[in-house]
């Protein structure tokens, strides 16, 4: 009878019997897998596997709200990227494109805009003897690091609302989590997208399209994640989106406060 010989896997110490190991997955080492030919297929594969994974993600993000949540938490998460992940590289693209907007933080030429915040940065000026200018320019610098710091704590908030506002389902708060990273990915991607709109005084109707659209967004996703009827989901998706915004304003109010509390 002859005695088997196991490999121990280098990266969990598990036995494997077999090509791969069963404990992490970690592929046993062989003399072919440093040749040119499998090189380049392993790059080939990885890039594709990647772009596909990216692609698919980011498609059903943006044209199946909800359903990316639900296949997440049925455990179909192989074709696509993991929520944390879109939400980096959500998160990513909008701070390098929309760093000096107005959404997660107060610009320096309107946090300083009336009578009170002129006072304070005259004050400041004088106190700190440095020009207005650089204290603004200071100013904008903090509020920009620090809501791209921070901006990580609204997704639990996020998902309080939709846990209070889907109580009754019994989920675990962590399926809300991965709903409310799909959504605030989304929003960031959204505001990226109003970039491509040529508008001479895009304030108001940037505002407009940021509310109906994420409305839209929010009713399909909850009727798809939290199920219910049409009129639960109109009611969820109105509640969940005053409360999203209410909590980006308190968010963005902070932020620009504390930027100016240390700024010195």
């Given at each position: 009878?002859?005695?088997?010989?196991?490999?121990?896997?280098?990266?969990?110490?598990?036995?494997?019997?077999?090509?791969?190991?069963?404990?992490?997955?970690?592929?046993?080492?062989?003399?072919?897998?440093?040749?040119?030919?499998?090189?380049?297929?392993?790059?080939?594969?990885?890039?594709?596997?990647v772009d596909s994974k990216v692609l698919k993600s980011f498609y059903y993000l943006?044209?199946?709200?909800?359903?990316?949540?639900?296949?997440?938490?049925?455990?179909?998460?192989?074709?696509?990227?993991?929520?944390?992940?879109?939400?980096?590289?959500?998160?990513?693209?909008?701070?390098?494109?929309?760093?000096?907007?107005?959404?997660?933080?107060?610009?320096?030429?309107?946090?300083?805009?009336?009578?009170?915040?002129?006072?304070?940065?005259?004050?400041?000026?004088?106190?700190?003897?440095?020009?207005?200018?650089?204290?603004?320019?200071?100013?904008?610098?903090?509020?920009?690091?620090?809501?791209?710091?921070?901006?990580?704590?609204?997704?639990?908030?996020?998902?309080?609302?939709?846990?209070?506002?889907?109580?009754?389902?019994?989920?675990?708060?962590?399926?809300?989590?991965?709903?409310?990273?799909?959504?605030?990915?989304?929003?960031?991607?959204?505001?990226?997208?109003?970039?491509?709109?040529?508008?001479?005084?895009?304030?108001?109707?940037?505002?407009?399209?940021?509310?109906?659209?994420?409305?839209?967004?929010?009713?399909?996703?909850?009727?798809?994640?939290?199920?219910?009827?049409?009129?639960?989901?109109?009611?969820?998706?109105?509640?969940?989106?005053?409360?999203?915004?209410?909590?980006?304003?308190?968010?963005?109010?902070?932020?620009?406060?504390?930027?100016?509390?240390?700024?010195?």
């Amino acid at each position: 009878m002859s005695i088997k010989n196991y490999i121990i896997c280098k990266n969990c110490n598990h036995q494997i019997d077999g090509k791969y190991c069963s404990n992490c997955g970690e592929k046993i080492v062989e003399d072919k897998d440093f040749s040119v030919k499998s090189l380049i297929s392993q790059a080939v594969n990885g890039v594709f596997n990647v772009d596909s994974k990216v692609l698919k993600s980011f498609y059903y993000l943006f044209f199946k709200p909800g359903k990316l949540s639900v296949l997440y938490v049925q455990g179909l998460r192989k074709p696509f990227m993991k929520p944390f992940q879109i939400f980096i590289i959500a998160n990513i693209l909008f701070f390098i494109l929309l760093s000096k907007a107005d959404i997660l933080r107060i610009p320096s030429e309107i946090y300083f805009a009336d009578v009170l915040g002129q006072q304070k940065i005259q004050t400041l000026s004088e106190v700190q003897g440095a020009s207005v200018l650089e204290i603004k320019q200071l100013y904008d610098t903090k509020s920009i690091n620090y809501s791209k710091s921070f901006v990580l704590i609204l997704i639990p908030l996020y998902a309080l609302v939709f846990w209070l506002l889907n109580f009754k389902k019994r989920y675990q708060f962590g399926k809300h989590l991965i709903f409310a990273t799909h959504f605030f990915s989304f929003f960031l991607m959204f505001c990226i997208f109003l970039l491509l709109i040529p508008m001479s005084k895009p304030t108001r109707l940037i505002q407009i399209l940021i509310f109906s659209i994420n409305f839209l967004y929010l009713l399909f996703a909850i009727k798809t994640f939290y199920k219910g009827t049409w009129l639960l989901a109109i009611l969820k998706g109105m509640a969940a989106l005053v409360l999203s915004i209410a909590l980006a304003v308190a968010y963005r109010g902070l932020i620009s406060n504390l930027a100016f509390k240390l700024l010195y």
